[in-house]
């Protein structure tokens, strides 16, 4: 029997898909472990703890809600010290964080103030005995490495979309928590947080990605990858870095080695020529479609479906085409 | 100012990796090594700060075997002043063992700012830049892609998930480099030359205990090789046939 932490990761007042994921993964670990409880950490501004509700139902038996007006932003102090107290009260054996940009933040801090090593970016695991042995994709994506973790708890962040999020119709008892170090005393603080907005898809969530390279030649040209999207209907866009680094694209959009990494039901690459620090970023995609006018592009090699061809002339037919089979459902 | 950067002999990517026998390690056999990606951004953003602010000093550490030194010479070529190998026969994969030997280096060294790159290339864990931050004892801002210092204060940029924050902290602390601050130059013929006279320092790398392993690496699993379905806009209906009937993603 073992208790397992999970960090629930929140922006802007709402969850992320990531903190349902770490809840469900802790949940997945507990059950295989024999049995126990998963307390989840959700600290945000106050009305943050609303959100409990629905960490119970992917599998937290408790939430522990630290409410504070001076944690509306993610505070990498103040969370890592609150997260490592409750770490260090609970005698858990697993803590579950996110691999997502604040996940990855905070969880090595958390680690060296417990004493303990981590595990990164884990697109599977197991609890063996003494250890916790997961599979974790390294040398950009090229190799994949089964790491063992000793000591406890074992800390880890785990890889976005690499659990399935449970519906566990379970209703978490609330703790209300304080924040382990005062706001006001962060020496890091998180002035402000400017985005993209909330209405469009992450790419970490999203079943589909489309994504343009520099074959679309120019940054108006773009419309017809925006449109491919809109016609799935559950697709976000993606770009190369080519196109970021001109500008055509927000930074926060590239995919890659140096970008995003995704791994969505589909992905399609329109005028993208299939660059290794590319493939990087989406090489672990279901399934791949690829649609360039070189048919020796690199990205053929990989695709599941390619079409040769100029993308002016297949793009606009194929967004028509999957409008039309998706008005058929 | 004075400013640190920790960087990373890493295999080249760029190359087909074979499992070397015992399977834990990649086959050492035409391997090419050379500065971990974002460390090179880490190099550039250490001299640009030092060149905007009129004075100081860039210090390159590495931890690894004597072939790290390659590495470190490339850094110094690239204009760092001078550069300490914490020497070690094999790099541990656990980060936390890896920070202990930068920290116990760069805790007392007097520096302004610590740079790493945001991961290492080859072992990808994202944790020894805050782990070391951690324990020096100085802030910490993760994967930044821009960054501002003036009046012993950094302000920084991250990326997150389509969105963007603004950071700000007092120095001295460890900053992790995400590209965005410029391509690291390539070393010039001068640099080069100059490079080979520059200080390196070696000294044995004080490494924490290790309790994150290497069981084995593989191979990622092949996909199928690509298919070509056919060409221009005529093979679009075949193409949502497809997606409906095989991949079953429409
Ligand atoms: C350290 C490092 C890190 C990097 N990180 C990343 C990263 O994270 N992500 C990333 O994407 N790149 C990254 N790169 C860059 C990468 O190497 C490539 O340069 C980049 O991916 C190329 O982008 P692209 O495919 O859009 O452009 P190109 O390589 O120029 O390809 C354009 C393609 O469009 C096709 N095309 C042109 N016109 C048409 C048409 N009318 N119809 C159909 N097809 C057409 C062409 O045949 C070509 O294949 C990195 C590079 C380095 C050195
Ligand atoms: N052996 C090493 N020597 C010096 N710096 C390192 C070493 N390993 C990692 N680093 C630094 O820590 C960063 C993150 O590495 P990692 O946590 O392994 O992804 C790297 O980009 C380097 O800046």
């Known amino acids: 029997m073992a208790n397992m932490f999970a960090f629930a990761e929140s922006r802007g007042g709402s969850l992320r898909k990531v903190a349902l994921e770490a809840v469900s993964a802790a949940r997945q670990a507990t059950d295989a472990t024999g049995g126990g409880e998963v307390h989840a950490l959700l600290i945000g501004a106050p009305g943050i703890g609303a959100k409990a509700a629905a960490l119970g139902r992917a599998g937290a038996d408790l939430v522990i809600v630290v409410e504070h007006a001076g944690l509306a932003r993610y505070s990498p102090e103040v969370f890592a010290a609150t997260a490592a107290d409750r770490l260090r009260s609970g005698g858990y054996r697993g803590a579950f964080f996110a691999a997502s940009a604040e996940g990855r933040d905070l969880a090595p801090r958390v680690a060296v103030a417990l004493g303990v090593s981590m595990a990164s970016d884990l697109t599977g695991f197991a609890f063996e005995g003494d250890a916790l042995v997961g599979k974790h994709p390294t040398h950009i994506g090229k190799i994949i490495t089964t790491v063992r973790l000793t000591g406890s708890p074992a800390l880890l962040t785990l890889r976005p979309g690499a659990v399935l999020v449970t519906d566990a119709d379970r209703t978490a008892r609330v703790e209300q928590g304080a924040p382990a170090l005062d706001p006001a005393a962060a020496r890091v603080v998180v002035t402000s947080v400017g985005g993209t907005g909330d209405a469009q898809l992450d790419l970490a969530d999203a079943p589909v990605v489309v994504s343009g390279g520099r074959g679309l030649r120019e940054a108006a040209n773009f419309k017809l990858v925006e449109e491919l999207a809109a016609a799935f209907g559950n697709a976000a866009v993606g770009a190369t870095r080519a196109v970021t680094d001109d500008g055509w694209r927000d930074p926060s959009t590239q995919i890659g080695q140096t970008g995003r990494i995704v791994s969505p039901d589909l992905y399609v690459a329109v005028g993208i020529s299939g660059a290794i620090q590319h493939l990087a970023g989406m090489r672990t995609s279901k399934t791949i479609v690829a649609i360039n006018k070189d048919k020796d592009a690199p990205i053929f090699k990989l695709a599941d479906y390619g079409i040769v061809g100029d993308l002016f002339e297949i793009v606009p037919r194929l967004t028509e085409e999957v409008r039309k089979a998706r008005a058929g459902h | ?250």
């Open chain 2, 1 to 250: 100012m004075k400013i640190a950067v920790c960087i990373k002999r890493v295999p080249d990517m760029d190359l087909r990796f074979a499992i070397g026998a015992g399977g834990k390690a990649l086959d050492s056999a035409g391997l090419k090594f050379d500065i971990a990606d974002f460390d090179g951004y880490a190099v550039e953003a250490g001299l640009r700060l030092v060149e905007a602010h009129g004075s100081g000093e860039v210090v390159v550490v590495t931890v690894g075997p004597a072939a790290a030194q390659e590495t470190l010479r490339k850094a110094l070529g690239m204009g760092a002043d001078r550069a300490i190998q914490l020497s070690a026969d094999e790099v541990p994969f656990d980060g936390r063992a890896v920070a202990t030997a930068l920290a116990t280096e760069l805790k007392d060294g007097g520096y302004d700012l610590v740079l790493f790159g945001r991961m290492a290339t080859d072992s990808a864990n994202q944790t020894v830049g805050p782990m070391t931050a951690h324990l020096m004892g100085v802030p910490c801002v993760t994967a930044i892609s821009k960054l501002d210092i003036a009046g012993g204060r950094g302000t920084a940029e991250r990326q997150l998930e389509g969105a963007s924050e603004t950071v700000e902290f007092p120095l001295p602390a460890v900053v992790t480099i995400d590209e965005g601050l410029g391509r690291p130059r390539l070393p010039s013929l001068k640099g080069i030359m100059a490079a080979k006279k520059k200080p390196l320092e070696v000294k044995p790398a004080q490494l924490g205990a290790a309790s994150l392993t290497v069981d084995s690496i593989a191979l990622p699993p092949d996909r199928p090789p690509g298919r070509i379905i056919g060409e221009g806009a005529d093979a679009v209906p075949e193409l949502i046939r497809l997606l409906q009937t095989e991949a079953k993603v429409l």
